[in-house]
């Protein structure tokens, strides 16, 4: 694991883990909710969601790291 970007990605995915954990722990009724939620939701709007926030992190990533 020499490359920065690796780890860095690394970190990252660790994060996410931790995040979606303490909500799956906090309230395990307001996620089963939100699941419910995104499964009634059309594809072409979770697409579009999707979409704006990998958009939104990359813009992030390059400001932190600019």
Do not use: Q
Not at 17 to 36: C, D, N, Q, T, Y
Not at 39 to 56: E, M, Y
């Amino acid at each position: 694991m020499k490359s920065i970007a690796f780890g860095d990605f690394l970190i990252g995915l660790g994060i996410l883990f931790v995040l979606e954990g303490i909500l799956f722990a906090a309230s395990p009724a307001w996620m089963r909710r939100a699941m419910k939620s995104a499964l009634a939701t059309p594809d072409n709007i979770l697409r579009i969601v999707g979409i704006g926030s990998a958009v939104a992190g990359l813009i992030l990533i390059w400001v932190v790291r600019r």
